[in-house]
T-cell receptor
Framework: DGGITQSPKYLFRKEGQNVTLSCEQNLNHDAMYWYRQDPGQGLRLIYYSQIVNDFQKGDIAEGYSVSREKKESFPLTVTSAQKNPTAFYLC???????????FGPGTRLTVL | AQKITQTQPGMFVQEKEAVTLDCTYDTSDPSYGLFWYKQPSSGEMIFLIYQGSYDQQNATEGRYSLNFQKARKSANLVISASQLGDSAMYFCAMREVPSGNTPLVFGKGTRLSVIA
């Protein structure tokens, strides 16, 4: 079945450690996105990539980094510079010409 | 800049009744797309319905319909015949390019609770 996978579902890290969240899609979608969701809030854009080897900052990119070396993969690194990293992280993808943006199941990151 | 406003933090509806979730938007672009997503407690985002700014008719998908009033910049979601499984967070979203690879801007959401 085609879709988006995010791993792990739950992630715990100590303060000051970098952590990388995985996002893989087998939908052959051109674009991929990372959003952050805090309790009781909507989704906010961290980074997005429209093609391989290119990406753009979103509204809250500080303290995060991404790479897009392959079309199907868009990992997100939460660095120690991110002041409040505990949140729910959602990855999404879309195809050129399509309306819908498809979402993965999300990763809940807790920094202790 | 685009902005989405959902003024209802929480709503209650009786099972089998209809409910309207409000959404207003702000954009200076003449061409845009409007979306509604459902987020159950599991956290996944489920696409419900889409409306393009140039679409003449209101979008419908099964029990979901979008009441699009362009002049008022509103895109309310109507759920008919509510079911217990409709209890979830609902997010309105938009993007400047109606279709294509640009990010969505989301509202803060409305939590819908369906009562038996």
């Amino acid at each position: 079945d085609g879709g988006i996978t995010q791993s792990p579902k739950y992630l715990f890290r100590k303060e000051g450690q970098n952590v990388t969240l995985s996002c893989e899609q087998n939908l052959n979608h051109d674009a991929m996105y990372w959003y952050r969701q805090d309790p009781g809030q909507g989704l906010r854009l961290i980074y997005y990539s429209q093609i391989v080897n290119d990406f753009q900052k979103g509204d809250i990119a500080e303290g995060y980094s991404v790479s897009r070396e392959k079309k199907e993969s868009f990992p997100l690194t939460v660095t120690s510079a991110q002041k409040n990293p505990t949140a729910f992280y959602l990855c999404a993808s879309s195809m050129t010409g399509d309306n819908e943006q498809f979402f993965g199941p999300g990763t809940r990151l807790t920094v202790l | 800049a685009q902005k989405i406003t959902q003024t209802q933090p929480g709503m209650f509806v009786q099972e089998k009744e209809a409910v309207t979730l409000d959404c207003t938007y702000d954009t200076s672009d003449p061409s845009y797309g409007l979306f509604w997503y459902k987020q159950p407690s599991s956290g996944e985002m489920i696409f419900l319905i889409y409306q393009g700014s140039y679409d003449q008719q209101n979008a419908t998908e099964g029990r979901y319909s979008l009441n699009f009033q362009k002049a008022r910049k509103s895109a309310n979601l109507v759920i008919s015949a509510s079911q217990l499984g409709d209890s979830a967070m609902y997010f309105c979203a938009m993007r400047e390019v109606p279709s294509g690879n640009t990010p969505l801007v989301f509202g803060k959401g409305t939590r819908l609770s369906v009562i038996a």
